[in-house]
């Protein structure tokens, strides 16, 4: 039967927000094609992709490297942090520690943030904590310190908190200069290479017009923001809508290949993972 019905799920942030303005607004030709629009955080949406809930979702890149089967990753819709990304962070005061033989609390098991920091530093205990309640839970000393991935990265010290390592600063140092690929956007293989060739345009057409339109998709987008003013929300924003999220280009491509090749040489996912895209 023809698909004349898609669910698109991104997480509830303000990035993914920006993305979407393009398709949420009605500036961007479906071609029929209804399209409906899920919000889950982002561990929740990978969990929901190894049951190939969605047709088109935003995963982690570490979630991908066991969907390969399921699902093909499409040619835009990534979040790299080029030269920042993931914060550990700790309690000021606390005094000078790292990750090494501590208890961290993580946003879920499955999200890239994980994956580098095992790459970091192997040798650690986590506690997974929802994504927007990680500053609080080192704050009251259920962990000692916390991986703070979406706006957290920008009010961490407005919360007593202290950072301990940028892993998106890590990363570049350790790759020569190579963008930390954090998330992305996949298709259900099974729509099929028609299909799967319309909406892959159809989502590039929206983060292209976002781009475009930034001022209106800022507007958009904050109400997305958790807490995050106008001007906090643009600058999110620009960290991880741009230029390598509507085409990766040379640099994002080598920066996923190098961060699948790490993770399975150290056996933290179970193949390699070839970067091929969909459309």
Known sequence: MPVDRITVAHSPDSDDAFMFFGLASGAVETGGLV????????????????????????????????????YALLPHGASMGDKYGPIVVARQGAGPHGVKGTRVAIPGTLTTAYLALRIYEPDFEYVVVPFDEIQQAVLDGQ????????????????????????????????????????????????????????????????????????????????????????????????MYVNDLTLAYGDRGRRGLERLMSDAFERGLIPQRVPVEFAA
Request: hydrophobic share 40%.
């Open 35 to 70: 399209v409906e629009q899920v919000l889950a955080d982002i561990e929740t949406l990978n969990r929901a992709a190894f049951e190939g809930r969605y047709e088109v979702s935003a995963v982690s890149f570490h979630a991908y490297a066991h969907l390969v089967d399921k």
């Open 143 to 238: 962990a000692e310190s916390g991986l703070l991935i979406h706006e957290g990265q920008l009010t961490y010290q407005d919360e007593g908190l202290r950072k301990i390592v940028d892993l998106g600063e890590w990363w570049a140092e350790r790759t020569g200069g190579l963008p930390l690929p954090l998330g992305g956007n996949i298709i259900r293989r099974d729509l099929g290479p028609e299909m799967i060739a319309k909406v892959s345009k159809m989502l590039h057409d929206s983060i292209a017009y976002a781009l475009s339109h930034r001022p209106e998709a800022v507007e958009y987008a904050l109400q997305f923001g958790r807490g995050l003013d106008r001007a906090k929300t643009d600058r999110f924003v620009g």
